[in-house]
């Protein structure tokens, strides 16, 4: 089981950018092996999908609302996963929360019903 934390959150104002932290912790946790992502949560809607990584991070994919404007990246040898994110509207308002899968995976992985270990979140407020 891994245990997971993210940081980096906040409120900002329309077109400002924000980097999310997710630090990973487990003692057979290797990152390296493992894809992992992002999703987040608004008030009264359901979990979606923001952007997933593979376990080399060589290959990514984006929910079409964030392409372009956010970037996932991964440190395996810090575990630590980032989100970086850039042009921030008010629609992107919500907790954010990173993810990892219950075994090692390729990835990326869209699906949130895939991963198994969850953090608390981060909540990022976007004003307009």
């Known amino acids: 089981q891994v245990q997971l934390v993210e940081s980096g959150g906040g409120l900002v104002q329309a077109g400002g950018s924000l980097r999310l932290s997710c630090a990973a912790s487990g003692r057979t946790f290797n990152m390296h092996m493992y894809a992992m992502g992002w999703f987040r949560q608004a008030p009264g809607k359901e979990r979606e999908f923001v952007a997933g990584?593979?376990?080399?991070?060589?290959?990514?994919d984006y929910a079409d609302s964030v392409k372009g404007r956010f970037t996932i990246s991964k440190d395996n040898a810090k575990r630590l996963l980032y989100l970086q994110m850039n042009s921030l509207k008010p629609e992107d308002t919500a907790v954010y929360h990173c993810a990892a899968p219950p075994r090692a995976f390729t990835g990326p992985i869209t699906r949130p019903h895939d991963y198994s270990d969850w953090g608390q979140g981060t909540q990022v407020t976007v004003s307009s």
């Open positions: 990584i593979s376990w080399s991070g060589g290959s990514t």
